[in-house]
């Protein structure tokens, strides 16, 4: 296993999947499905089994939110076939957005399952709204109600 030799001068200001906000929220545990698991902060879409959760789907259920408590050899920020990840149904979560957004926007899904604001081939995020604005590729605070 490799050694980290160099680190950054201050800590990332935020990070996808992590909380945004200390407000009332609600988490759900679900099985991951998907082979190639889900990353930190992306949405999850309902499984084949009550309590699993997928990387795509038709059903959205939230946002995997990050743990940095995962086994390294996930291969990175995410959450295996078979482990159990944290969703965020409710509450505040730093995304990455495809597409430019503005703060109050009404926050939708690309095809490709990317958080986005309204367009063509979008679907719309029930109770979804975004609390603040960036460009394309940017961190924002998405809102689950």
């Not at 999947?17 to 991951?32: C, D, F, I, Y």
């Amino acid at each position: 296993m490799p050694i980290q030799t160099t680190y950054a001068g201050r800590a990332a200001p935020a990070y996808e999947g992590m909380v945004a906000a200390e407000e009332p929220s609600l988490t759900l545990s679900r099985t991951v499905e998907t082979p190639g698991g889900i990353a930190f902060g992306k949405p999850a879409f309902q499984g084949t089994r009550d309590d699993g959760i997928a990387a795509a789907g038709s059903i959205f259920r939230g946002v995997v939110l990050a743990d940095r408590g995962v086994r390294p050899e996930n291969g990175g920020d995410l959450f295996a076939k078979g482990d159990t990840a944290p969703v965020l149904v409710r509450g505040v979560v730093w995304v990455a957005v495809a597409g430019a957004v503005t703060a109050g926007a009404p926050a939708h899904l690309t095809a490709a399952g990317g958080f986005s604001a309204a367009g063509a081939g979008t679907t719309a995020i029930p109770g979804g709204l975004f609390d603040t604005s960036a460009p394309a590729g940017g961190l924002v605070r998405l809102r689950l109600n």
